[in-house]
């Protein structure tokens, strides 16, 4: 008994926002196995159970939606209360849609998920990691979020968001004394996940294999990851090419 209270002490735990499909459950299979202990959220609570029923020890469900922003403080302060003390913080919930024609409501759903609900879930746990003096925050952002695009500008737009305001966490970080608190930009190019939607798809690397790439980085503590690797360069060229050429290129 006294061994098995020192086990459940020991072990590690972690948030995972946008657990309930693709890449975010996918990283909660990963976690499980590194003995964590996982907080799921996400809307969809038949898929967040599924997941307790597999690992009913390890697993802890909250169903939210990030939208609502009030909702998301309150499950946070939850989660904190029951574990004590968060070591991980994964934020991979979002939305993103093929929309030229700038329909309003795809438009609008995705700025109030990937940048209003987004930017909640990374100031509470920024304000956590430093207040506890350690802890690790992982954005999955996107190679979407290096340049514009025609057919999808709000969610280029929202990528380009969170890129910006996770390298701002990583340099406000210096004001930390402990050094014991990182930040992750996770930027897939094409995961093959429901999100992978549109024409001018390539690359598409299985999920299984994006999970290890993006599990990999987070325990080397990287600032930024590509995924795959290769999007590393693809990542120098959209940095370099001028806007005319994206015009007539793509
Ligand atoms: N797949 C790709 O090619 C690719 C490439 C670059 C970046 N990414 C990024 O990777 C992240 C994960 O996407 P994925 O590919 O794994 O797609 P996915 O399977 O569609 O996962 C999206 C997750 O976000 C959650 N979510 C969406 N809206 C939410 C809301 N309002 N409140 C709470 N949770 C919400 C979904 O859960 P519920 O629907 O249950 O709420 C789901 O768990 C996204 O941020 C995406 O932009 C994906």
């Known amino acids: 008994m006294y061994f098995y209270a020192n086990l459940q002490i020991s072990?590690?735990?972690?948030?995972?926002f946008g657990a309930t499909s693709g890449i975010g459950k996918s990283l909660v299979e990963l976690l499980i196995k590194d003995n964590y202990k996982v907080a799921v959220t996400g809307r969809r609570l038949e898929k967040l159970e599924e997941l307790k029923q597999s690992y009913p020890n390890q697993i802890v469900v909250k169903?939210?939606?990030i939208q609502k922003v009030d909702e998301v403080e309150k499950i946070f302060f939850e989660i904190v209360d029951e574990f004590n003390?968060?070591?991980?913080i994964i934020q991979s919930?979002?939305?993103?849609?093929?929309?030229?024609?700038?329909?309003?409501?795809k438009e609008a759903q995705t700025i109030h998920t990937n940048v209003v609900g987004v930017t909640k879930l990374y100031t509470l746990a920024y304000n956590l990691f430093k207040q506890q003096e350690h802890g690790h925050l992982v954005g999955i952002s996107s190679i979407a979020s290096l340049r514009g695009n025609r057919s999808a500008?709000?969610?280029?737009?929202s990528k380009a968001y969170?890129?910006?305001y996770l390298e701002s966490l990583y340099i406000k970080t210096k004001s930390i004394k402990s050094k014991q608190v990182f930040i992750t930009d996770?930027?897939?190019?094409f995961v093959d996940t429901a999100m992978a939607l549109g024409d001018g798809i390539f690359w598409l690397v299985p999920l299984e294999k994006a999970a290890k790439q993006i599990y990999s980085a987070i325990k080397k503590k990287k600032r930024v990851a590509y995924?795959?690797?290769r999007w590393a360069l693809i990542a120098v060229v959209l940095k370099i090419v001028p806007a005319w050429l994206l015009k007539k290129a793509t």
């Open 11 to 16: 072990m590690k735990t972690a948030i995972v």
């Open 63 to 65: 169903q939210n939606d």
């Open 85 to 88: 003390t968060i070591d991980l």
């Open 93 to 105: 919930s979002g939305v993103g849609f093929v929309n030229p024609k700038l329909a309003w409501d």
């Open 153 to 157: 500008p709000v969610y280029f737009a």
């Open 162 to 164: 969170q890129k910006a």
């Open 186 to 189: 996770i930027r897939p190019g």
């Open 227 to 229: 995924i795959s690797k």
